[in-house]
């Protein structure tokens, strides 16, 4: 508060700080040694303007300045800055940074203000937009000026001198081991089965991967949890019967038809909360070191340190709730359906598998400065192995998670397994940024039947979406929501809300104040209670394709 100046309420307004913290997308304080506050910045993922929908904002500001490309998925806007004097401009671009850093998908951040003085730490850091409405002011940052995306391109052997320092930095092992060239010999030896990429910034080389198709599949299978991930295989499909609705099916559905045995597995009573298993994987000879994160793995025919994905997957348990009558009542029965919810049995082995579909990372390094940037190799890397679906990854129990971890999904070794290393693995369809989470509307019917067609819950959930369309409440009139999720033009998911009106009940049962700092609490103001949730099973969709209602 005591950062708040008179230029800062000409340039958002009068607000309530506390409402502004607690509400953000993200919010980040940069502080001194001696912990004093010096800087502070709010995003959240709509404009911060009674103009423009929370919720529609993009259908109506993007036509309007002409933003193609700018999406809630890669877009964040800033809500509300202080900084201390005389430092605002180096506290500016450090929150930025921090923010491109963190949130990697976010490609520019806005800024709607009620005036043109923004003052020179924000004027540094954000240009006006021009192309839009006069009685309007909005500026942007882009992700380019401060944190770029990394060039990737194929090694060289001329790389070698700049990343053998950063191998050494790391871990001498290596070039103690294989001498100091094993860099170049290795480049050098690349064919269709072993692809070396380099990350370059200003002319040097700042990052090294190394992947290979070389990966035993069986031996991983032994030892790890890969059913939901159709065992590293592709997968056949199968025709569709003629009950399946097959107007809506793509190709990118074939995941789904290794499941044709689980849809008489659900009650009534389940609530639809598909989850998809974290995989873990792991190679006997790989070793993976980071600070700069360096992941190594010594692989040959026969013995594999890999990493591999696949685009097909089985179903993890699934639950649908019946719509509860009382408000006051949901939470509590919401846990005796957690409690009494019955697992989808998937298939001990998928029929018809296909060939194996995975790579696998054998070295990786990275300059620690840039580590955050570590997810632009994977594009690049399933760029040269087009027939692949998965990347796979494994490294020791000790060595501690570094950026390029937290795309993947750990694998859940199985009590046999006598591997003495984790499996990650990473499915190229988290590489889509295409996602769109939206209001239902009528035309998603079909599709919203199609995703949901091998469940016992599916009258359900098409009874309470129908109720939804019909009369935007319940039977109680309580507030009913319809969201559906959609990538390339399809329905991946759909989600049924509904205002939580009894908020006392929450208030008295469970620790609301360490959640919310409010103290004026509405009733189906500040609570909702999701009666459905259905997702497709592809795995490892970008973490920030969550949309918000």
């Known amino acids: 508060m005591k950062l708040i100046e008179r230029s800062t309420e000409k340039c958002f307004g009068k607000v309530n700080v506390v409402n502004i913290i607690e ?33 529609l904002w993009e259908h109506d500001m993007v036509p309007k300045y002409g933003l193609d490309g700018v999406t809630p998925l890669n877009s964040l806007f800033l809500h509300y800055f202080v900084a201390k004097r005389p430092y605002q401009h180096d506290i500016a671009q450090e929150i930025i940074r921090t923010v491109f850093n963190a949130c990697v998908y976010v490609q520019s951040i806005f800024l709607l203000s009620g005036t043109t003085h923004l003052g020179s730490a924000m004027l540094e850091n954000f240009a006006r937009v021009k192309n839009g409405p006069k009685d309007e002011r909005m500026f942007l940052c882009q992700r380019h000026a401060h944190v770029p995306q990394l060039h990737i391109r194929e090694a060289r052997p001329e790389d070698n001198d700049d990343l053998a320092p950063l191998f050494t930095q790391q871990n001498k092992v290596l070039s103690e081991t294989y001498g100091d060239y094993f860099l170049a010999e290795l480049i050098e030896a690349q064919d269709d089965n072993h692809k070396a990429l380099v990350a370059e910034v200003g002319g040097l080389a700042i990052g090294f991967m190394c992947a290979s198709t070389e990966v035993d599949v069986e031996l991983l299978n032994k030892c790890f949890e890969l059913k939901p991930y159709t065992f590293l295989h592709k997968v056949k499909k199968k025709e569709e019967t003629p009950d399946d609705d097959t107007s809506v099916a793509s190709d990118s559905v074939a995941e789904e038809e290794v499941d044709d045995d689980v849809d008489e597995d659900l009650t009534r009573e389940e609530t639809l909360d598909l989850d998809t298993s974290s995989v873990d994987r792991k190679a006997p000879s790989q070793t993976s070191l980071k600070s700069g994160a360096v992941v190594e793995a010594a692989s040959s025919k026969g013995e594999v340190s890999a990493a591999e994905s696949n685009r097909s997957v089985s179903i993890p348990p699934s639950h649908v709730s019946e719509p ?68 796979v990854l494994t490294i020791p129990h000790t060595i501690s998670e570094f950026p390029l971890l937290q795309v993947f999904a750990r694998c859940t070794p199985k009590p046999t397994s006598t591997l003495e290393q984790e499996l990650y693995v990473f499915h190229r369809s988290a590489l ?33 979406y129908d109720q939804y369309l019909t009369a935007l409440r319940d039977g109680n009139g309580t507030p009913l929501y319809g969201i559906v999720m959609e990538c390339d033009n399809q329905i991946i998911g759909v989600a049924l809300i509904r205002a939580e009106m009894d908020t006392e009940y929450l208030r008295s049962h469970y620790g609301w104040r360490t959640l919310s700092t409010s103290h004026n609490i509405h009733p189906g103001n500040m609570a909702t209670f999701i009666t459905v949730l259905f997702l497709l099973p592809s795995p490892t969709l970008p973490s920030s394709s969550s949309g918000s209602v």
């Open 432 to 464: 889509l940024q295409g996602i769109t989470v939206r209001f239902g509307t009528d035309k998603d019917t079909t599709g919203i039947n199609y995703i949901t067609r091998k469940y016992k819950g599916k009258s359900t959930v098409l009874a309470d």
């Open 324 to 391: 509860q009558s009382e408000a006051s009542d949901r939470p509590k029965e919401a846990e005796e359906v957690a409690e009494v919810a019955e697992e989808v049995i998937v298939p001990e082995e998928p029929v018809d598998l296909g060939v194996p579909t995975a790579f696998c990372i054998q070295l990786f390094c990275i300059d620690e400065r840039y580590e955050m940037r570590s997810i632009d190799f994977m594009a690049e890397a399933f760029k040269r192995f087009p027939d692949k679906d998965y990347c």
């Open 23 to 55: 509400k953000a997308v993200l919010s980040i304080t940069l502080t001194s040694s001696n912990g004093e506050v010096l800087g502070f910045g709010a995003f959240y993922d709509y404009p911060n303007s009674k103009v423009y929908d929370p919720k």
